[in-house]
């Protein structure tokens, strides 16, 4: 009787364990950056931004430019100035240097609206590529490592590959 009774309690904890087993849910993660650095369209999406970017890079330089030269020709001919030209020479350069900041913070914001113009329809095919292997996969949850939530990972859940792989192939016309 005590070993019927040993071997039946080893079997429910076999079947116990299987149980939990068939319930871990499944988990895996990504590399976001990684994705968006080899997915089709991201090389373009950085050119285009780069482009952008130097146009600005030249606005900002001659502006820079042209405050430098106000101060240099303020500072050659302050001992000339009458007390009122020099006043009014020093709120031109501070005007000047408003208008500069302003441009910046424009330009900043023009910078970050035209990334994200230029990073979306990337991130909806990556997310949309990413559910698809979730659902396919069954994984209860797909990480992100470049969010750095993940402080170590067993390799073999690493689904960035794949996901790069079907942004390729879906790009290419294959489905």
Do not use: C, H, W
């Amino acid at each position: 009787m005590r070993v019927l009774s040993l071997a039946l309690g080893g079997l429910l904890l076999l079947g116990a364990a299987t149980t939990v087993e068939a319930q871990t849910p499944r988990i895996g993660y990504i590399d976001s950056q990684a994705i968006l650095a080899e997915a089709p369209g991201s090389r373009e999406a950085q050119q285009a931004f780069d482009r952008e970017m130097d146009r600005y890079r030249g606005e900002m330089q001659r502006l820079g430019e042209e405050l430098d030269r106000l101060i240099t020709a303020y500072q050659q001919q302050e001992r000339n100035l009458t007390p009122e030209a020099r006043e009014a020479r020093q709120q031109e350069i501070r005007r000047k240097e408003m208008e500069y900041q302003g441009r910046i913070e424009e330009i900043d914001e023009e910078a970050s609206r035209k990334r994200q113009e230029l990073v979306e329809p990337i991130l909806e095919q990556m997310s949309l590529v990413i559910e698809q292997i979730r659902e396919e996969g069954s994984y209860a949850l797909i990480f992100d490592t470049a969010a750095r939530a993940i402080i170590a990972a067993d390799p073999a859940l690493d689904l960035t590959g794949e996901v790069l792989r079907r942004l390729q192939q879906t790009a290419s016309g294959g489905n």
